[in-house]
Every structure is written in C-alpha cells, then in structure tokens.
C-alpha cells in the first residue's frame, strides 16, 4: 500500500518565479492538507482540501493556491517567489473527514534563490 | 490563541539513558494530540495519538502520556536509532480550524553510542 508521495523531490527557484507541487495521498485518504516548514522550524498550515474544496487556510498570502482533483491527489501552487518561501513543503492525508491522524509525504525541498 | 511549546529544544543521551521530552500546549477544545518523528530532511511519521487526559500510548521504546495540559513523551533505554526529532502537534476541536495541526517546533534527540 503505496503512502503518501509527492513529486519533485527538489526544486530550485528563481525570485518571481512561479511553482506547483503535486501531491498523492495514501490509498483510502480523501482530505489533503499542505504544510510548509522552514529550517529549524515545526510545519505550519497552508490550507486543507476536501471534496475538491479549499476547507480551511492558514495565514499564509494569496501567492499560495492550490487544487484538489476528482481523484483526490492535489497541487500547491505559489506565485511570485520570494526568498522566504525556501522551505520544506509537506502534504498530508487523511481518510474520509476524519481528519485526526494525518499521515505525512516525504516533503518538496524548495531553494528560491 | 492555540499554541504547542516544546522542550527541551535538544536533548544528548547516552545509549541506555532514559529521559522525556515534554509538550505544554494551549488549545480551546482539544480534539487530539499527535507525536511525531522526523529524520532530516524527511517527512514526519506518525507515532502516536492521545485524545483524552489520562491516556497513554506505547510503542517499543517511546511511550506518550497526556495530560490537561501537556503531553510526554518517555523514552526508555534509548539506542542510536532512536536519533531524530521529535514533533507534537494538536488539533483543536473547534468548527472554525476544524482539522488543521498546530505543531511545537520540536526537540532533537541526539543518542550516542
């Protein structure tokens, strides 16, 4: 049973540039959430995604958007890099509403340079 | 305001010494309260949830205990393996934040031979 997985693994950016990341969640899991996480740092919430809807969203700006797909894998996407977006971009599952435990991917290493 | 605190923010055992690593959190209607263990540069992976006061978790090593206030985590005779930061994270029982995790910035557990 595959987990969560994410793609690409590693991404270097230039400042103003635009990227997505994409997301599978773990077989069974329907709800989609996006962390990032800074060096040093706990992973603090972007947003949640549901039934192709954003549910919930964190503090995070506008030049963070994403997408839920019929078949429940997702996208993060920011717009307008900055260099405070360098980060560990985390995404998590978890199955059907019951968003208690939420199983995490192995992260998308974003450099802005 | 929901916050997780988390200390200390490092910890060096020997191989064999037992020790805890310990949670305060601030939360307006605990809904769960999750363990966490991350290597670098990797995702987290799951260990433990705790949803009510007076419950403990156990697995190998590491057993997770809850209080109203705080959460420890106890490990048992560690070994070099055990090498890796720790997270805890709440989820708030509230509609509004429904399902996002509040996460501590962590501890690093250093065990050495």
């Known amino acids: 049973d595959a987990g969560v997985t994410q793609s690409p693994t590693h991404l270097i950016k230039t400042r103003g540039q635009q990227v997505t990341l994409r997301c599978s969640p773990k077989?069974?899991?329907?709800?989609v959430s996006w962390y990032q996480q800074a060096l040093g740092q706990g992973p603090q919430f972007i947003f949640q995604?549901?039934?192709?809807?954003?549910?919930q969203r964190g503090n995070f700006p506008d030049r963070f958007s994403g997408h839920q797909f019929p078949n429940y894998s997702s996208e993060l996407n920011v717009n307008a890099l900055l260099l405070g977006d360098s980060a560990l971009y985390l995404c998590?599952?978890?199955?059907?509403?019951?968003?208690?435990?939420?199983?995490f991917g192995p992260g998308t290493r974003l450099t802005v340079t | 305001e929901d916050q997780v605190t988390q200390s200390p923010e490092a910890l060096r055992l020997q191989e064999g010494e037992s020790s805890s690593l310990n949670c305060s959190y601030t939360?307006?209607?605990?809904?769960?309260l999750f363990w966490y263990r991350q290597d670098p540069g990797k995702g987290p992976e799951f260990l433990f949830t705790?949803?009510?006061a007076g419950e403990e978790k156990e697995k190998e090593r590491l057993k997770a205990t809850l209080t109203k206030k705080e959460s420890f985590l106890h490990i048992t005779a560690p070994k070099p393996e055990d090498s890796a930061t720790y997270l805890c994270?709440?989820?708030?029982?509230?509609?509004?934040?429904?399902?996002?995790?509040?996460f501590g910035r962590g501890t690093q557990l250093t065990v050495w031979p």
């Open positions: 077989s069974g899991h329907d709800t």
């Open positions: 998590a599952s978890s199955p059907l509403d019951s968003t208690y435990e939420q199983y």
């Open positions: 705790l949803y009510s």
């Open positions: 995604y549901y039934e192709e809807e954003e549910r």
């Open positions: 994270a709440v989820q708030a029982g509230r509609g509004s934040t429904l399902g996002r995790l509040y």
């Open positions: 939360v307006s209607g605990l809904r769960g």
